[in-house]
């Protein structure tokens, strides 16, 4: 690891003065995906900025009958919130899908949303990888593939985004809330805070350089049966090959994101129409662009027995 200074603040106006002051600084809570990339020289920050003692660390109603989730709440506080277990249960499930207890109990809300890739090339240090060092090449391409994106990917870049909890964000239509460091705030729908890779797989979010997320608002939930199933390798402590989360009306209506496939959490809204149909209507808009590989084209598939069993298992249980 590289030597770094480091300070706390104690304000989101204090983290702003400090990013503004020392470009290049990154902000740190849990630090549970930072450190470890700090350790490999994958990321290399001169300045660290603290941001445990800002105070976003609570579950708020909002005036609309939504929650204000704060960035830095832990990943096991939200997912065991009896707001979030009741009407927002695909968000507890994602949550739960996720990493294991001890990671969950330090991880929070912003960080989660911000994790980078755990595509095995980005993390060899030997290995081409355009996320890592833009214009070395995509060693993935040409290599083992087998957990990459099927669609939305690029010829620079096939990793896909690891969170969970980004997944249930998007069916749920979460908006993002920042402080920039000149002391601005804005609102970010989840729909438009990531990026497709394109010719800069390096930049992962829509987010501007020093831009602080400061919490996470939830709308006001819906009607319909909530669920969240992961597919992976190994029973836990592993990453989605591919995870679906939906929610489901009795009329078999409703809302699917789909993880583990690209660069973002990936909901088509028009292919919602389909759901009434069944699976197979709604995958084949869903991905209708994809472009497998060789060694990941089971995806595809792999998404419609997902999303078929979810679809059977609404119809059958009382929503």
């Known amino acids: 690891m590289k030597s770094f200074t480091y300070e706390r603040v104690r304000s989101p106006a204090e983290a702003a003065e400090a990013m503004r002051r020392t470009p290049g600084a990154r902000f740190i809570a849990g630090g549970t995906n930072l450190l470890d990339l700090m350790k490999l020289q994958i990321e290399t920050p001169g300045h660290l900025i603290d941001v445990n003692g800002i105070g976003l660390d609570r579950i708020e109603p909002t005036a609309d009958g939504g929650l204000r989730i704060g960035a830095l709440v ?6 065991s ?11 507890s499930r994602a949550l739960l899908a996720g990493a294991s207890g001890q ?5 929070t809300t912003a960080g989660n949303l911000l994790q980078r890739t755990r595509c095995p090339y980005f ?3 030997a290995q081409q990888c355009n996320k890592r060092q833009p214009g070395s090449g995509c060693g993935a391409l040409k290599g083992f593939n087998r957990p990459h994106a099927v669609i939305g990917s690029s010829e620079m870049c096939i990793a896909t985004h690891p ?19 000149n002391g601005t ?11 497709l890779p394109g010719r800069t797989p390096h930049i992962d979010t829509n987010l501007e350089q020093g831009e602080l997320i400061t919490a996470v608002t939830l709308p006001r939930p819906v009607s319909g049966k909530q669920a969240y199933h992961k ?4 029973a836990s402590y592993a990453f989605a090959l591919v995870s679906v989360a939906t929610i489901i009306q009795p009329d078999g209506s409703g809302r699917v994101a789909v993880g583990g496939v690209a660069h973002m959490p990936w909901r088509v809204e028009a292919a919602e129409a389909e759901m009434p149909r069944g699976a197979a209507p709604v995958v084949a808009r869903l991905l209708a662009d994809a472009k497998p590989t060789e060694q990941n084209a089971f995806k595809l598939p792999l998404v419609e027995r997902t999303l078929a069993t979810l679809l059977s298992d609404a119809r059958t249980v009382t929503p």
Do not use: G, H
């Not at 705030?185 to 990026?195: C, E, K, L, N, S």
């Open 74 to 79: 832990r990943n096991t506080d939200l997912a």
């Open 103 to 107: 990671l969950r109990n330090k991880a």
């Open 123 to 125: 993390y060899d240090t």
């Open 81 to 91: 919130d009896l707001r979030v277990r009741r009407y927002y249960a695909v968000l």
């Open 185 to 195: 705030t804005r609102t970010i729908p989840i729909a438009d805070f990531y990026r």
């Open 163 to 181: 969170s969970d909890m980004a997944v249930a964000m998007r069916v749920l239509d979460a908006t993002v809330e920042t402080a920039r460091p």
């Open 231 to 234: 597919v992976r390798d190994r």
